[in-house]
């Protein structure tokens, strides 16, 4: 799935980061490389739902991010 958003700290928790998309969903990577953990950073994802699992962040979508476009 293709998606494209903005970077976004999230302060739930223990915080954590997330892309808020254009379509208007929440989406919370599994893992964002460090060069993407920019407030406000734009990005276009190639993306596929993360397996069904225990999260302490009730945000988002759990996706995995499979590749990326800094716009």
Do not use: C, H
């Not at 903005?6 to 964002?32: M, S």
Request: proline content about 4%; overall charge positive.
């Amino acid at each position: 799935m293709q998606i494209t958003g903005t970077i976004k700290k999230q302060n739930l928790g223990t915080g954590f980061w997330g892309i808020v998309g254009d379509d208007g969903a929440n989406y919370r990577p599994d893992k964002l490389p460090k060069k993407l953990q920019k407030e406000d950073l734009r990005i276009s994802a190639e993306v596929e739902d993360a397996p069904a699992g225990m999260s302490i962040f009730m945000w988002g979508k759990a996706i995995i991010l499979k590749s990326y476009e800094i716009l």
